[in-house]
């Protein structure tokens, strides 16, 4: 049974960049039709789906963050990585790390989450 495990700071500073990372156990992130996901929810707010990277190394972004945010992996470790730059404390929520089935069309495994704070 695949297991994510997110991690990185609980606390950063206004236009700093957020790195976290997610480590996945039980499952390679290279197997065929899965992709790995980072999804947050603000207080008080849904789930927001951010980005993905997919078992080919192909990346897929949401629109409305596109243009700060990118995904990476690292193999070697089987581990994958958000990056948020220019952070505002908008960006304040619970950072979860989850795998998408492409053939079931849903995110099957989640992390536990990561709360992250923006504030200096």
């Known amino acids: 049974q695949v297991q994510l495990q997110e991690s990185g700071p609980g606390r950063v500073k206004p236009s700093q960049m957020l790195s976290l990372t997610c480590t996945v156990s039980g499952g390679s992130i290279t197997t065929n039709y899965y992709a790995w996901s980072w999804i947050r929810q603000p207080p008080g707010k849904g789930l927001e789906w951010m980005g993905a990277i997919g078992y080919d190394d192909n990346t897929y972004y949401s629109p409305a963050l596109k243009s700060h945010t990118s995904i990476s992996r690292d193999t070697s470790k089987n581990q994958f990585s958000l990056q948020l730059s220019s952070v505002t404390p908008e960006d304040t929520a619970i950072y979860y790390c989850?795998?998408?089935?492409?053939?079931?069309?849903?995110?099957?495994?989640w992390g536990q989450g990561t709360q992250v704070t923006v504030s200096s």
């Open positions: 989850a795998r998408y089935g492409l053939a079931l069309y849903d995110h099957d495994s």
